[in-house]
C-alpha cells in the first residue's frame, strides 16, 4: 500500500499503459485521477475499481493547455493534493515515411499530443507539488527515443524529447523535493502497437515479436506499470532525471540483424 492517501494522475488511463498503471496505483491504494480522451473507456476502467470513493475521471484533449489546466485545478480540489503524475498518453501517428516525405501536419499532431501533452500536465501538477514539498512525475517515453528503427521519425522525435524534458524539469524542481523520471518501453502488446501483432499473427509469426531483445519475448503493459510505481512511490525517494528502459533488454545490444542467435 504504498499509495494510501496518496493521490495520482494518469493519463491515457483508458488503456494499455495507462490503464494497467491506474489499476497498479488504486490497488496499492491511491486515489487515481482518470484521464483519456476515451470516456467510455475511462467508464469501463473505473468498474474495476472498488472503491468509488478514490476514482475521479474526466476526458481531456491533452494538447490543449487550458483542459488541462482545469483538469489539474479540478483533481486539487477534489482530493486536496497531487502526490504523482504520470504522464502517459500518447500516439504514434502512424507514419514512418522517410524525412524525404515526411507529412508536417503529422508531426505537429504527435508533437502536440507526445510532448506537449506532458509539458502541459507537468507544469500545473508541478505547481502543486512544490506547495507541497513533494511529487512524482513519471513520463512514458519509449526506446524509439533513444535508438532508431523502433517507430517512425515523428514519434521517435517526440520520445526523445520527453526524455530530456524529463532531465531538464527534474534539474527545475529537485529543489522542491519533486522527483521526475521517464520509462522507456519496448515492445508491448497495446492499443497502439495491436496493428504490429495484428500482422504477426496473420502471418503466423506471433513467435518472433520481441525474439531480438534479451529476454526473447515482448513485455506486457503491468510490467511497465510495476516501474512506473515504483519511479512515483517513495522507494525510488532518492532517484530523479532518469529515463528507465523497459525492453527486455533491447537497448543493451547494437541489436543488428543477426547477432542473436
Wanted: charged share 20%; aromatic share 6%.
Amino acid at each position: 500500500m504504498r499509495f494510501e492517501n496518496k493521490v495520482a494522475i494518469i493519463t491515457g488511463a483508458a488503456s494499455g499503459i495507462g490503464r494497467a498503471t491506474a489499476l497498479r496505483l488504486a490497488q496499492e491504494g491511491a486515489c487515481v485521477a482518470l484521464v483519456d480522451r476515451n470516456e467510455d473507456g475511462l467508464t469501463e476502467l473505473a468498474a474495476q475499481i472498488p472503491d468509488a470513493s478514490k476514482i475521479w475521471l474526466r476526458a481531456v484533449d491533452i494538447a490543449c493547455e487550458e483542459e488541462v489546466e482545469r483538469c489539474v485545478n479540478d483533481v486539487f480540489v477534489r482530493f486536496g493534493r497531487i502526490d504523482a503524475m504520470c504522464n502517459n498518453a500518447g500516439i504514434s501517428g502512424g507514419d514512418y515515411s522517410a524525412i524525404t516525405d515526411t507529412d508536417t501536419g503529422v508531426w505537429h499532431q504527435i508533437l502536440a499530443v507526445n510532448l506537449m501533452g506532458a509539458v502541459h500536465f507537468s507544469k500545473y501538477a508541478s505547481r502543486i507539488m512544490c506547495e507541497q514539498r513533494s511529487g512524482a512525475i513519471v513520463n512514458t517515453a519509449s526506446v524509439a527515443g533513444v535508438r532508431s528503427g523502433a517507430g517512425g521519425n515523428a514519434y521517435s522525435a517526440s520520445k526523445a524529447a520527453v526524455i530530456n524534458l524529463t532531465m531538464t524539469s527534474a534539474c527545475d524542481l529537485g529543489q522542491w523535493n519533486v522527483r521526475v523520471n521517464a520509462v522507456c518501453p519496448g515492445l508491448i502488446e497495446t492499443g497502439m502497437t495491436a496493428p504490429v501483432f495484428e500482422r504477426a499473427r496473420a502471418a503466423q509469426k506471433e513467435d518472433k515479436l520481441g525474439s531480438r531483445c534479451e529476454l526473447r519475448r515482448y513485455g506486457r503493459p503491468e510490467e511497465v506499470a510495476a516501474v512506473i510505481a515504483f519511479l512515483a512511490s517513495d522507494d525510488a525517494s532518492y532517484v530523479t532525471g532518469q529515463a528507465l528502459p523497459v525492453d527486455g533488454g533491447n537497448t543493451a545490444s547494437l541489436n543488428l540483424p543477426g547477432m542473436k542467435v
